[in-house]
């Protein structure tokens, strides 16, 4: 294997989607959860639409939507430099260089990420603790990514109105305790709410998630889907979350060693 593609010490490649990608992770500091893979599916790009993906991480959400549309320009950014470093590894290994596109830069000076109104979507999964809010991880990669240390949401929604076209679309997942905050602030930023969808841990318990989906610009009207569970009562996924898996998994296999 290249040098450069294999995991080096303290980092492992895992198989997701049915071996149609490959990670590469650390062990120990940041790692994708399911969140990424809620916002990955809930996501509706059409085949032209340039994708500017917020706080990237190893690249796992541009990687995926990458795979399933043909999409024009896709700019992955995070302002930290092991996880850019990681998701430039990820964007080679699986086939996808030159299709997107992986950059240092911080949310809260959009004006030095893009040029304005250049991307017809946006995504993002900001850190959703606030500072001071129960004990910091210790780990600073993880700490940077969960707490609010470098970017609010608010921080995230204004690099999205900077960056988005007139009618682009805005795509998050954020905590559904915090879900009257998001879309306040979405309204705050022009970004006005269309389709909104809690996501549950089990049937029968709080919500966990809430996915959003907002307009530049766009006028009042709100669709509220149904709850999604991602575990059932038994253990295991549901038939849903299943489904979504499988949806994910459908595009060809890129790249390899």
């Excluded at 340039?50 to 399933?68: E, F, K, Q, S, V």
């Amino acid at each position: 294997m290249d040098g450069e593609l294999n995991s080096w010490n303290g980092e492992t490649v895992d198989e997701i989607l049915e071996g149609r990608l490959r990670i590469i992770q650390k062990k120990r500091g940041y790692r994708f959860s399911v969140d990424a893979i809620l916002l990955a599916h809930f996501a509706v790009l059409r085949e032209g639409d340039d994708l500017i993906d917020l706080g990237t991480g190893g690249g796992i959400i541009a990687l995926i939507l990458a795979g399933r549309v043909r999409c024009g320009r896709i700019l992955g950014i995070d302002i930290q430099d092991d996880l850019v470093a990681i998701a430039k590894r990820n964007v080679i290994l699986n086939g996808f260089a030159g299709q997107i596109e992986i950059r240092q830069g911080d949310v809260r000076h959009p004006e030095f990420l893009c040029e304005p109104q250049s991307f017809s979507a946006a995504v993002f999964n900001p850190p959703y603790r606030r500072l001071r809010s129960g004990r910091m991880n210790p780990d600073p990669e993880k700490a940077i990514a969960r707490h609010e240390i470098a970017g609010t949401a608010a921080d995230f929604l204004a690099a999205a109105v900077h960056a988005l076209r007139p009618e682009g679309r805005a795509y998050a997942i954020y905590p559904a305790t915090r879900i009257v905050q998001l879309l306040a602030r979405m309204r705050e930023f022009r970004i006005e709410p269309k389709r909104l969808r809690l996501v549950h841990s089990r049937a029968g318990g709080s919500g966990a998630f809430v996915l959003v989906e907002g307009v530049r610009e766009g006028r009042e009207g709100l669709k509220v889907l149904p709850p999604l569970c991602i575990h059932g009562e038994l253990g295991g996924y549901t038939p849903e979350m299943t489904e979504i898996f499988k949806t994910l998994s459908a595009f060809p296999a890129r790249g390899g060693y």
